[in-house]
């Protein structure tokens, strides 16, 4: 069973933004006349939703209350946790800010296990679900109920994927576009509901792409700086596709209200060349006297040791030469390390030698090759970060575990 610390750092940082955020967020609530229906807190960000109108307004009374409104307690929590006392917690925290009105809500997949790690049964949360665009829906809404106070399950995707991420190294992602239409009418033709996940592609900004891994924490897939997400409505924001054309028919089919006139794409332009200059080398940079954030430690620390939660942190050490050589073994580099040697004693101000890379995903040795060097050969490790484990068990991802 994964338990949360209710008195770790991470919960009272939570706390704390919650503190902030939540009340600003109060006032703008349905319930309050503003325009806020449902509140998403998870994905590494804030979203204000204001959409899931036809689930809000058609099934309000089924969840036994009078405001639609739905504040998304915990996302998926049943894939990597199993908590009781956490969530209670998080559910106190949201009602204390946002008050009792509110419908507070969880999502996990569709299975019995997931469900029964992730969510609180009856009526202290309403249980949706997700599951993979294409898998029958209604089974997965039967076994949504049993988890859910009699008469207050209205079947809801709370994730319908209407593509799907990238990671580096693969091909660009695409579904097709009837195959994803017909599987969300499969939800639309007998009232129930799906929030399109991603309805608009985006793009993860600066080093905020994100990860997965698979059955073990070496198989790791770090994500694009694009989350097109071969969305309907484009990272661009494009629409003139078939996918955002198949989607609407059916979603017109089923709503009760007419949709809005389909917009235009986007105005593209052309910006020409873009010069960029160069400022200094990396490796120059070391000889600035009185510089920061320089640590000194026996082993070697992880990156939030030392502070430094995201881009590139660089490992400076020394070792003997030998005469075959030696070899470098990062047994838990995370996520991707480029190695450079100098000798100090031949030509301290010549830049280091590139050698190779060792990857988390091929951890493999890299051999150092002899240098004729009086002095210890300098050993330079520039680790970067690929983007933190955001989805599964393997979730605490330091960086680095182990140089």
């Known amino acids: 069973m994964a338990v949360v610390n209710l008195t770790s750092n991470e919960l009272v940082q939570v706390e704390k933004w919650w503190g902030v955020l939540l009340p600003r967020i109060a006032p703008f609530l349905y319930s309050n006349g503003g325009p806020i229906i449902m509140v998403q807190i998870k994905y590494e960000s804030l979203n204000l939703a204001k959409g899931y109108t036809n689930f809000a307004s058609s099934n309000h009374k089924k969840l036994g209350k009078t405001f639609e409104v739905a504040f998304w307690i915990e996302n998926e929590f049943g894939s990597y946790g199993d908590d009781k006392v956490y969530l209670h917690h998080l559910v106190t925290l949201a009602r204390g800010h946002l008050g009792d009105d509110i419908i507070l809500y969880t999502t996990d997949g569709g299975s019995r296990e997931t469900l029964a790690k992730g969510t609180l049964r009856g009526d202290t949360v309403y249980s949706a679900v997700d599951f993979t665009t294409g898998d029958e829906p209604w089974p997965v809404f039967k076994l949504q109920k049993e988890f859910n106070a009699p008469g207050k399950s209205p079947p809801l995707s709370a994730e319908f994927y209407t593509g799907w991420l990238t990671h580096w190294g693969e091909n660009i992602v695409k579904t097709d576009a009837d195959f994803t239409a017909a599987a969300l009418e499969k939800i639309l033709s007998r009232n129930g509901s799906a929030v399109l996940y991603m309805a608009h592609g985006g793009t993860n900004f600066g080093f905020y792409s994100g990860a997965n891994t698979g059955e073990n924490e070496t198989v790791y897939k770090p994500d694009l700086t694009s989350y097109d997400y071969d969305a309907p409505i484009k990272e661009s924001g494009d629409v003139d ?84 050589g030696s070899t470098l073994f990062i047994p838990e580099v995370h996520d991707r390390a480029q190695v450079f040697i100098s000798c100090p004693s031949k030509d301290d101000s010549k830049r280091p030698t590139y050698i190779g890379k060792i990857e988390r995903w091929s951890n493999r040795p890299l051999a150092l090759p002899y240098t004729d060097c009086s002095s210890n050969i300098r050993l330079f490790i520039l680790v970067e970060n690929m983007g933190r484990v955001n989805y599964g068990p393997f979730m605490f991802d330091r960086k680095v575990k182990s140089l």
């Open 241 to 324: 596709n078939a996918k955002f054309k198949a989607l609407r028919l059916v979603i017109n089919k089923y709503s009760s209200a007419s949709l809005p006139s389909v917009p235009s794409n986007n105005q593209k332009t052309g910006y020409g060349d873009i010069q960029l200059q160069k400022t200094a080398f990396l490796f120059d940079t070391l000889n600035i006297k009185d510089a920061i954030d320089v640590f000194k430690s026996e082993s070697p620390i992880s990156m939030e040791s030392a502070g430094q939660m995201s881009g590139f942190l660089l490992y400076i050490s020394g070792y003997a030469a030998i005469n075959n």
